[in-house]
Each structure stands twice: as C-alpha cells, then as structure tokens.
C-alpha cells in the first residue's frame, strides 16, 4: 500500500476519533435550517429560471461514534443523517416562454441506527423532514422569473424524553421573484414573513448571456436576508448580508457573511473552482460560532467536492447543515448538476462546462481487415467472352426446416 | 472504464450506509448485581443538572441478588445514579428498610457516587451520580462494597 493511501486512512480514522458529539438544541433547529437553504438553493436555480438542475445526496458517516447525540443525560451513540433531493424541470411554451416545477425534500436527523428509507425510531431520535415545491415562470424576452408554492415542515419523530415541544405539519408559502440580477424571495407563515431576501447577483455569467471575462465579472453578488426569529417571545429579527465575490477568471471566489444588527462577522470561505461551471470544488472556511470569546470562536475547516462525493471537515456547510458537526470528516455521496439549452453546470456556476467530445478513433486493423475481405469476396472478373463471372470462395449453407419446401434455395 | 469501476464502487460502499447497525449493538440489555450490604431500589439514569431522571431499573435489588435484565436505548455515555433504600441499625444488624413516601426527602432516596459506607450509614459527596460508558448489547453492572465501605461500580 502506498503511503499515500496509509495516511488517508490514518486522517479518516482521526476524523471519526476526534469528533465531537451534536447537540440535541442543534437537531430541534433544523426546520429553519433545511427551509432557508432550500430556498436559497431554489433562488440559485431561478438565476436561469428554466432548463433544468437535478441534486440528490446523502450524508455517509459510517461509525455510530462518529456524530454522537449530546443530550441532558449524556452523549448517545448513533448517526446523524441527512438524505435530499432538489429537482427542477422546465418546458418551452414557445421561444421566450418556460414554464417549470420544482421540488425539494430534505429528511434530516438523528437515529440509533442508520438506514436509508425505514428508521429505527429510537428512544432518542429525531426525525424532520422539508419538502418544498412550487411552479415557475420565465421569459427570456424580458430577462423575468416568476416562482411560488408551498413549504411543508414535518417532524416525523422528536423523542419527549430530551427534545423541547415542537410544532408539527407546519405549513409555508414562499415566492420568488427575478428581473434580470436582481432577485426578492420571501417566506410566510401564515400571515408573518419567515424569511425576505434581496439577492442583487451582480457578477457577470456567460452561463447567463453574460460575459465570461472582463471587469463585469468581478462585480459583487450581494444578498440580504431578513430571518424572522423570537427569543423568549420577543423579536428577534436579524439580517444575514452574504457577499460572493469573484477574485480570479471566475474559479476563485470569497464567500463572506456577517450578521446584523447585533452579530457581525458569520463566516468566511474561499472557494476554488479547477472550471468556472463548479462541477468540481475546494474550499477552506471560518466560522465564528457566537459560542466563546475570541479566536477560540473561530472553526476553521475545508472541503473538497468531487463531483459525485463531497468530503468536509468542519465546513461552515456541515456544521450548519448537519446539527453543528465538528471534528470529524463527513462524506456525502452526492450528484449536483444543472443544464440550460447544451450547457452543464454545478450549482451557483457561473459558465457552462466545457462541452464533453468523444474521440472516435479508426482502427486501423479492423478496417484493412474489412476491406481485404470485401476484395476476396464476390470479386467479379471479365471472362474473354465480356461475360462477368463470380467466383465463389466458399458454400453457404442456409438451414431449411422440414415443412418448407425444398425446391427454392 | 475507469470512472465506471469508481462509481461501482461508490455504489457498493454507500450500501453500507445503511448496515452498520447489523454489526454494532444499538441496545443495552442491562443487569445489575448488588453485592453491597444495603438494598438497592433501582437504577436511574439522571440529566446533568439533576432535574431529569429516566429509570432504568424497576426492581428493588436486595443484597446479593440481580435485577432482571431490562433493555433501553442507552447505548453511550451517561450519568447512572443508584437508588439506596435507608439502613439502619436493628439488633446489631445491618438492614435495609424500604424508603419512606417524598414527603420525608431527607430519608427517600440517597443518591451517591464514591459512597462509603460504614456501620450502616451512607456517605455520598456532591456529586450523586456515576458516570458509565455502556457499549451496548448484554452489560451486566456489579455494585459492590470494599472493607472500608466505598462504593465501586463495574460494568461488565
């Protein structure tokens, strides 16, 4: 075995050794997580507002020690999961016109087992589950993109004995609305937003009909998030303001977040992507936690996306996708891909993959094979007479069953 | 050819994702063995601040005896507190009498940890729990007394 190999190991087992177990208030929170990401997941799809964008993943943490349940009573062995899908499909009413559906389903939490379709529901599990859905409408004449529907929170299981109350069956509204980089997306409850967002996507993208080169692809693209919070019965509403920003050709970006009015620095990441159509992916994040004081505060951490398998230690993503995860490696086997017209591109990308050509190379053994043949065979000659005369290489005898008759062949 | 064998073989270990459980005990089926000289009226597992309990244990265990086995979904680490009936002193014995009813709190129930005991009294420190790491599948915990009367508890 190469070293290589032998240290992979060695940091995949320190990566389970070292994790630190995920706390129960952490799990009773992912209703608002898996809903905000959904929608921000479905404003990146509205970007184009038509084609199509398939994702589907789940997380894969084999040890039950690896995502441990830090409950009043003490830490749990089990897993954590986290199993999604996002999928949306357009057709062309005519030239400018798409009409699309969308669907997008997390089920998320924490069991004594691991499953894919059929818990175990344990004494100390807790199940939810997101499915957003709705229908959009794009022109491209006018650069507009028009989505709306519904966003159901289910929790399927919450153990009583260390999960506070929840509310169950919650039922959302949400839409979205674009003209051309600028983008207003808000959730209900009823009455009461959940959620407002401002995305002002400045950055130029060929994907688009942008460009892919120039001053125009290093403007900002900026997003404002009202979250609609209570605390202890009061509001507690706050912004999240994101900033992407491209800082080479479009496969370098920095992703930095902060919080108002009260937080300040969120978050900050720096992205590599080897193609601008971000089918593949590096990234080293921070993420200031609001749990100490000082540097200690920060967690740093990478990721590396390889198209149909993500591996991340410690990721602003996993710790706030997988119930404050740290200290360990979470893999997610995963396939994120959209398509608008004949151009791929992975999520949030900002040009089309490169077109993928199959070579077809001659070989050159089996034609000179064929034609030598072909020359053998059935060759015709002029007799001295003028008459042509076929010489037959070899007999071909053909297989007659007993009613036929025998006389044609 | 050789992406196709990289994603059979994604394939194949993601199936496991779903198995580990067949291989790892996700139950704890637990017994307990009081070899102390006091009964013990059942076995708990207690939250941090002490508000929350979860017995575990029913059965009061009467010195020298086991418990029945009783399995729960404690498989982790947490903190286990011994329930103590009251001893007193009868005719130059040691004997345990059942707790009184909560309205008595000082004679209920006696939570300890490094217990000692000597001549029948119960000492415990502030903390009143033991912590224990329970690794699943068939445990059996012996809860003993040395000479000068200290508490030790040994999972098995």
Redesign the interface.
């Known amino acids: 075995m190469k070293i290589s190999k032998i240290l992979l190991l060695l940091a995949m087992v320190a990566g389970v050794a070292f994790a630190d177990p995920i706390p129960a208030e952490a799990l009773t929170q992912s209703g608002l997580v898996m809903r905000d990401r959904q929608l921000r997941d479905i404003g990146l799809v509205m970007r184009g507002g038509r084609g199509g964008f398939v994702d589907i993943g789940?997380t894969?943490?084999?040890?039950?020690e690896q995502l441990?349940?830090k409950s009043?009573?003490?830490?749990?062995?089990?897993?954590a999961f986290r199993h999604h899908y996002g999928i949306f499909g357009s057709w062309a009413l005519d030239s400018v016109s798409h009409l699309g559906f969308l669907t997008w389903f997390d089920r998320v939490g924490w069991d004594?087992?691991?499953?894919?379709f059929f818990p175990?529901y344990?004494?100390?599990a807790h199940i939810s589950s997101s499915f957003t859905w709705g229908f959009s409408y794009t022109n491209t004449k006018y650069d507009v993109t028009a989505a709306l529907g519904l966003q159901h929170q289910n929790l399927e299981l919450a153990s009583h004995?260390v999960y506070p109350n929840e509310s169950d069956s919650l039922l959302f509204y949400w839409a979205h609305a674009r003209y051309k980089n600028v983008s207003l997306q808000a959730s209900f409850y009823r009455n009461t937003f959940q959620t407002i967002r401002l995305s002002l996507d400045l950055e130029s993208r060929s994907l688009y009909g942008g460009v892919s080169s120039g001053y125009k692809t290093f403007l900002p693209n900026l997003s404002a998030t009202i979250y609609r919070r209570k605390t202890n019965g009061d509001d507690d509403n706050f912004v999240r303001l994101n900033w992407e920003q491209n800082l080479y050709e479009q496969v370098l970006y920095a992703d930095v977040s902060f919080d108002f009015p009260d937080d300040g620095f969120r978050s900050a990441a720096l992205k590599f992507y080897p193609v601008p159509s971000r089918l593949l992916g590096i990234e080293a994040s921070c993420l200031r936690r609001q749990e100490r004081s000082g540097a200690k505060d920060l967690l740093w951490g990478g990721a590396i996306d390889l198209f149909?398998?993500r591996l991340g230690y410690n990721t602003v993503f996993d710790y706030e996708n997988m119930f404050h995860a740290k200290g360990t490696l979470i893999a997610e086997?995963k396939v994120s891909l959209g398509k608008i017209g004949r151009d791929h591109f992975g999520r949030g990308g900002s040009q089309p993959a490169p077109m993928v050509t199959t070579e077809h190379k001659p070989d050159l053994k089996k034609i000179l094979k064929a034609r030598a043949e072909q020359q053998n065979l059935g060759s015709t000659s002029i007799d001295a007479q003028g008459n042509k005369v076929i010489e037959a290489k070899g007999i071909r005898y053909e297989k007659v069953d007993g009613s036929a008759t025998q006389g044609g062949n | 050819m050789k992406y196709l064998r990289l994603?059979i073989c994604?394939v194949a270990?993601?199936l496991?994702?779903?198995?580990?459980?067949v291989f790892?005990d996700?139950?704890t089926r637990l017994q307990v063995e009081n070899k102390t000289d006091v009964m013990i009226l059942g076995v708990d597992?207690?939250?941090?601040?002490g508000t929350?309990v979860?017995p575990w244990i029913r059965d009061a265990i009467e010195p020298g005896e086991k418990s029945k086995v009783v399995e729960?979904?404690?498989?982790?680490?947490?903190?286990v507190r011994v329930r103590w009936a009251k001893s007193v002193i009868q005719e130059n014995r040691c004997e345990s009498v059942l707790a009184k009813e909560a309205s008595d709190k000082k004679t209920t129930e006696v939570h300890i940890n490094k217990t000692s005991m000597t001549d029948c009294t119960i000492r415990w420190d502030d903390k009143s729990y033991v912590?224990l790491d329970f690794e699943?599948g068939s445990q059996h915990l012996i809860v003993s007394q040395d000479e000068d009367g200290n508490v030790a508890f040994k999972l098995k």
Not at chain 2, 72 to 79: C, L, N, R, Y
């Open positions: 789940y894969y943490t084999p040890s039950s441990q349940l009043k009573y003490g830490v749990h062995d089990g897993f004594s087992q691991d499953f894919f175990h344990g004494d100390f004995k149909f398998l086997i | 994603f994604l270990i993601s496991t994702a779903c198995m580990s459980h790892t996700t139950t597992i207690i939250s941090e601040d929350s979860q729960e979904d404690w498989v982790g680490t947490f903190k912590e699943g």
